[in-house]
């Protein structure tokens, strides 16, 4: 996919939406110092480059009951059962992030539960029944550090 080019301003927008997508286009047009109809074109002309992926509500996991974080490394048995395993894994609604990965793995999945036996019920019941996988690993987060989107300070002009 082609990276599209941004100027300081489709930047200075970015970051406004970024920190808040709620934030009004009248409002950041203000800081922008241009019109409104300008931003609404802006942030269209972005989306439809693939730029903005979408906006969501993001919600806290601990506050929902979901005390327990965890990332799992799966390594396949062969992997041309990449895809048909990232399939299976979809289904599973614990997991909520699939990368493929380069090192010890081939997969590395995140996945929130209520407890320690619904991770492992989770793992046992759900993971591991599908064919193809053999082995992971799994490492619980103790506490989330920090979670943030891309520096857009970083993108050349």
Do not use: W
């Not at 009004?24 to 992926?53: M, N, T, W, Y």
């Not at 979809?90 to 407890?115: M, Q, R, S």
Request: glycine content about 6%; aromatic content about 6%.
């Amino acid at each position: 996919m082609p990276k599209t080019n941004l100027d300081a301003i489709d930047r200075k927008i970015l970051k406004y939406l970024i920190n808040n997508a709620r934030m009004p286009f009248l409002e950041i047009a203000r800081e922008c110092g241009i019109s409104g109809a300008a931003i609404h074109q802006r942030i269209r002309k972005l989306d439809e480059a693939g730029v903005i992926l979408g906006s969501r509500l993001v919600v806290d996991p601990k506050m929902m009951g979901f005390d327990v974080c965890a990332h799992i490394s799966i390594t396949l048995k062969d992997p041309q059962l990449l895809q048909q395993t990232v399939d299976r894994l979809k289904e599973i609604p614990e997991i909520v992030e699939a990368h493929f990965i380069t090192g010890k793995g081939n997969i590395l999945a995140k996945l929130y539960c209520v407890d320690n036996e619904h991770l492992m019920r989770t793992i046992f019941d759900g993971i591991l029944r599908i064919p193809g996988i053999a082995t992971t690993e799994t490492n619980i987060s103790l506490q989330e550090a920090f979670q943030r989107q891309v520096n857009v300070d970083f993108i050349e002009e």
